[in-house]
């Protein structure tokens, strides 16, 4: 194989780490600094795939589709918090891990009632709909660009309200010790809440732009939710810069993987996982505890 | 209460119809499950196992309900018996196939077994219920060994081996000037051996195999392998995807560019069903199955009519196969008038029954796997056509089967 057939290669590594990181914010935001376990996740991409499908059949348009659907997801993660999550922030992992878990079943059923059991497509919009050639005979499509260059502004954004904004602090704090910040006259409550919701609405954000690259079908979020979790915990807790780079790290690992042991590409990201877990077992960016 | 734990599903899983079944019981336990003497009150029992729920829910859903169908239209009596149903979400998981498939038979004591779609839970279906178990239809399951190793009496299928679906795809492949092939196909049991069934006739005809991509199950990120498959510059690729799969598969290759310079086959389930969801990204690709929507038979579009009529949604192979696994219960339970004791007859009546399928003509092999017709399809403005029939009276080897 000729070397242009490697940078392909990477290109497609580097995209799926991007890809990969999209898939993982919403996780990142909830269970990398807020903590809470959320088996939901997966779900919450699979709505949002579901919304982009239905709304852009209504509208006709994929960006009003991901307009309207936003607001939708956010809403959803509110009612979650208030009347599940929120009675669990005193309580063990377990009873997230349960509760999340009978989410996964709620949210499966209500997707067959309301959009039942066919698989979905999604068209993408008129203005991405093209591709640039890469080589003789393949070339790579702008709209797998775009979502690139949306993970990338989504990245620096994230991180930037986390570590610069006075909301970041107080989600930090929050997270750390609750009673504290409570009694320093902020309003945990709310706090919790918004945040809850804007971890489901990227999770949900990141299913709407995966839409038209995947397909739209049941079960779908049980697909992502596991390898979420790997990005996160290889980045370490609490560090939006980890699960960066540990989303590229697999997207290399696993497209290397697939390319030079193609025998093995299924375990790659776990191997990844494992090494570094021995290695540092905190994760690249987590803080020792 | 006791009901439900004693079987000890819960109330998701497990859907009776109605107080029916309560009564069912009552008149099994005193009259005895398996034998009736002609004109009594109890029913037939139909254990469905299927999956409502996950990838493969469609799949169960469209079985089901062109069962139904097909008993529906018969006034919803088997040889002269009310029908009742129980009906098991299989989840399409491995797992839980031993345990859901015990209920079936043990505490349910049903008659006819249904099901599945998944070719593992197939294995572990047909491995307790072969011999003195309740007939058993498959609608879908495709592994070989299921009429092969596996096969028995009173075991029936009306989907297809994996040999079926792959071994048609060599010839005519070679029949429309490809002779440089790709393999891609997702690495597990049912693709490894379609796979393997299309090279035992791709290979002897004259073709060559460039290089065989087997990608892990179930998952879709395809775009390393395209890169790949676009640096091997063969004259075609075969596949084998279905359901989420097949949709990503499609779209990606087409977005990839390579429709241009690579010519795209797969195993039918690639585009079966799928039209809406892939849109122009599946024009022009070529696939082989028993089945296409266009089929111009009048058994098929009677049931493409009906089934619309009774479900609101369109029919396809899945559902085809479901009616037609309807079709030969009915042939059994008819031939003996209801007697579910004369298991003899009714499996030779089951065995040499020739069913005027919405597929064409269907018959079964001594195995009790089908024999029929194969077709090429292609897709043109988002529907399967017929090119022509790939295989005529396609049949199954059934390696391993002491009945052929």
């Given at each position: 194989m000729e070397l242009s057939f490697y940078l392909v290669q990477l290109l497609n590594a580097i995209q799926y780490g991007f890809l990969l990181f999209l898939v993982a914010s919403g996780l990142t935001l909830l269970f990398g600094i807020m903590g809470i376990i959320n088996l939901a996740h997966g779900s919450f991409y699979m709505i949002g795939a579901y919304l982009a499908y239905w709304l852009t059949d209504v509208t006709g348009n994929l960006w009003l589709g991901i307009l309207l659907g936003l607001p939708i997801a956010l809403l959803v993660g509110y009612l979650v918090e208030r009347f599940a999550i929120s009675f669990l922030y005193q309580r063990d992992h377990l009873y997230q891990v349960l509760l999340t878990f009978a989410l996964i079943l709620i949210f499966n059923e209500l997707q067959q009632i309301l959009w039942g059991t066919d698989v979905h497509g999604v068209a993408i919009p008129a203005i991405l709909a093209g591709s640039i050639p890469l080589t003789e005979n393949q070339s790579y499509p702008i709209y797998r660009l775009f979502i690139s260059a949306v993970c990338i502004a989504l990245a620096c954004g994230m991180s930037w309200v986390i570590q610069k904004t006075r909301l970041g602090m107080m989600i930090r704090a929050g997270a750390s010790n609750r009673e504290m910040v409570q009694s320093l006259g902020i309003n945990v409550n709310r706090l919790f809440a918004l945040v809850f919701s804007l971890g489901v609405a990227l999770a949900a954000f990141a299913g709407m732009l995966a839409a038209p690259v995947d397909s739209v079908y049941p079960g779908m979020g049980e697909n992502v939710l596991i390898i979420s979790f790997v990005v996160v915990v290889i980045g370490g807790t609490g560090s939006i810069k980890g699960a960066f780079v540990g989303a590229m790290l697999i997207g290399l690992v696993s497209t290397f993987g697939k390319v030079l042991l193609p025998e093995m590409a299924s375990v790659m990201a776990y191997a990844l996982m494992a090494v570094i877990l021995l290695w540092r077992p905190q994760g690249l960016f987590g803080r020792a505890r | 209460m006791s009901e439900k734990n004693e079987t000890g599903i819960s109330r998701r899983d497990f859907v009776i119809n109605g107080s029916v079944a309560t009564a069912g019981l009552v008149a099994a336990s005193v009259l005895g499950p398996a034998t009736f003497a002609i004109g009594g009150q109890a029913k037939v029992k139909v254990g469905i196992l299927l999956p409502y729920t996950g990838t493969y829910a469609k799949l169960g859903t469209n079985i089901r309900n062109a069962m139904k169908l097909r008993f529906a239209e018969a006034g919803n009596k088997l040889g002269g018996r009310e029908i009742e149903f129980v009906d098991i979400d299989s989840e399409a998981k491995p797992a839980k196939a031993q345990q859901l498939t015990n209920k079936l038979i043990k505490?349910?004591?049903?008659d006819f077994l249904v099901g599945p779609v998944h070719s593992v839970v197939g294995m572990a279906m047909v491995k307790m219920a072969r011999?003195?178990?309740?007939i058993t239809v498959i609608p879908n399951a495709g592994a070989d060994q299921l009429t092969g190793v596996l096969c028995a009496p009173n075991v029936f299928r009306t989907s297809f081996s994996s040999h079926q679906m792959g071994y048609p795809g060599g010839p005519a492949m070679l029949e429309d000037g490809h002779k440089r092939v790709v393999l891609m196909y997702w690495n597990y049991g049912f693709g490894k051996q379609v796979a393997a069934a299309f090279k035992k006739s791709f290979l002897p005809g004259g073709g060559t195999i460039v290089k065989e991509i087997p990608t892990p199950?179930?998952?879709?990120?395809f775009q390393a392998y395209l890169t790949e498959l676009a640096a091997l510059k063969p004259d075609a690729v075969y596949t084998f995807y279905a359901g989420g799969g097949a949709v990503k598969f499609v779209k990606d290759f087409a977005a990839a560019g390579l429709k241009k310079s690579i010519k795209l086959y797969g195993a039918g389930f690639l585009t079966e069903g799928l039209g809406k969801a892939q849109g122009d990204a599946a024009e022009g690709v070529r696939t082989i199955l028993h089945?296409?929507?266009?089929?111009?038979n009048p058994a098929n579009h009677h049931f493409r009519a009906a089934f619309t009529a009774a479900t609101g949604a369109h029919a396809d192979v899945y559902a085809v196969q479901g009616y037609d696994a309807g079709e030969l219960i009915l042939r059994g339970m008819n031939a003996v008038k209801g007697d579910t004791g004369a298991r003899a007859e009714m499996i030779r009546a089951m065995e040499t029954a020739e069913i005027d399928s919405p597929r064409g003509k269907l018959r079964f092999s001594k195995s009790h796997n089908p024999i029929h017709d194969i077709y090429l399809r292609e897709v043109v403005k988002g529907v399967n056509r017929v090119v022509r029939v790939a295989a005529k009276d396609q049949d199954d080897p059934a390696t391993g089967c002491s009945m052929a």
């Amino acid at each position: 194989m000729e070397l242009s057939f490697y940078l392909v290669q990477l290109l497609n590594a580097i995209q799926y780490g991007f890809l990969l990181f999209l898939v993982a914010s919403g996780l990142t935001l909830l269970f990398g600094i807020m903590g809470i376990i959320n088996l939901a996740h997966g779900s919450f991409y699979m709505i949002g795939a579901y919304l982009a499908y239905w709304l852009t059949d209504v509208t006709g348009n994929l960006w009003l589709g991901i307009l309207l659907g936003l607001p939708i997801a956010l809403l959803v993660g509110y009612l979650v918090e208030r009347f599940a999550i929120s009675f669990l922030y005193q309580r063990d992992h377990l009873y997230q891990v349960l509760l999340t878990f009978a989410l996964i079943l709620i949210f499966n059923e209500l997707q067959q009632i309301l959009w039942g059991t066919d698989v979905h497509g999604v068209a993408i919009p008129a203005i991405l709909a093209g591709s640039i050639p890469l080589t003789e005979n393949q070339s790579y499509p702008i709209y797998r660009l775009f979502i690139s260059a949306v993970c990338i502004a989504l990245a620096c954004g994230m991180s930037w309200v986390i570590q610069k904004t006075r909301l970041g602090m107080m989600i930090r704090a929050g997270a750390s010790n609750r009673e504290m910040v409570q009694s320093l006259g902020i309003n945990v409550n709310r706090l919790f809440a918004l945040v809850f919701s804007l971890g489901v609405a990227l999770a949900a954000f990141a299913g709407m732009l995966a839409a038209p690259v995947d397909s739209v079908y049941p079960g779908m979020g049980e697909n992502v939710l596991i390898i979420s979790f790997v990005v996160v915990v290889i980045g370490g807790t609490g560090s939006i810069k980890g699960a960066f780079v540990g989303a590229m790290l697999i997207g290399l690992v696993s497209t290397f993987g697939k390319v030079l042991l193609p025998e093995m590409a299924s375990v790659m990201a776990y191997a990844l996982m494992a090494v570094i877990l021995l290695w540092r077992p905190q994760g690249l960016f987590g803080r020792a505890r | 209460m006791s009901e439900k734990n004693e079987t000890g599903i819960s109330r998701r899983d497990f859907v009776i119809n109605g107080s029916v079944a309560t009564a069912g019981l009552v008149a099994a336990s005193v009259l005895g499950p398996a034998t009736f003497a002609i004109g009594g009150q109890a029913k037939v029992k139909v254990g469905i196992l299927l999956p409502y729920t996950g990838t493969y829910a469609k799949l169960g859903t469209n079985i089901r309900n062109a069962m139904k169908l097909r008993f529906a239209e018969a006034g919803n009596k088997l040889g002269g018996r009310e029908i009742e149903f129980v009906d098991i979400d299989s989840e399409a998981k491995p797992a839980k196939a031993q345990q859901l498939t015990n209920k079936l038979i043990k505490k349910e004591k049903v008659d006819f077994l249904v099901g599945p779609v998944h070719s593992v839970v197939g294995m572990a279906m047909v491995k307790m219920a072969r011999g003195d178990g309740p007939i058993t239809v498959i609608p879908n399951a495709g592994a070989d060994q299921l009429t092969g190793v596996l096969c028995a009496p009173n075991v029936f299928r009306t989907s297809f081996s994996s040999h079926q679906m792959g071994y048609p795809g060599g010839p005519a492949m070679l029949e429309d000037g490809h002779k440089r092939v790709v393999l891609m196909y997702w690495n597990y049991g049912f693709g490894k051996q379609v796979a393997a069934a299309f090279k035992k006739s791709f290979l002897p005809g004259g073709g060559t195999i460039v290089k065989e991509i087997p990608t892990p199950f179930p998952k879709v990120d395809f775009q390393a392998y395209l890169t790949e498959l676009a640096a091997l510059k063969p004259d075609a690729v075969y596949t084998f995807y279905a359901g989420g799969g097949a949709v990503k598969f499609v779209k990606d290759f087409a977005a990839a560019g390579l429709k241009k310079s690579i010519k795209l086959y797969g195993a039918g389930f690639l585009t079966e069903g799928l039209g809406k969801a892939q849109g122009d990204a599946a024009e022009g690709v070529r696939t082989i199955l028993h089945y296409a929507d266009t089929l111009d038979n009048p058994a098929n579009h009677h049931f493409r009519a009906a089934f619309t009529a009774a479900t609101g949604a369109h029919a396809d192979v899945y559902a085809v196969q479901g009616y037609d696994a309807g079709e030969l219960i009915l042939r059994g339970m008819n031939a003996v008038k209801g007697d579910t004791g004369a298991r003899a007859e009714m499996i030779r009546a089951m065995e040499t029954a020739e069913i005027d399928s919405p597929r064409g003509k269907l018959r079964f092999s001594k195995s009790h796997n089908p024999i029929h017709d194969i077709y090429l399809r292609e897709v043109v403005k988002g529907v399967n056509r017929v090119v022509r029939v790939a295989a005529k009276d396609q049949d199954d080897p059934a390696t391993g089967c002491s009945m052929a």
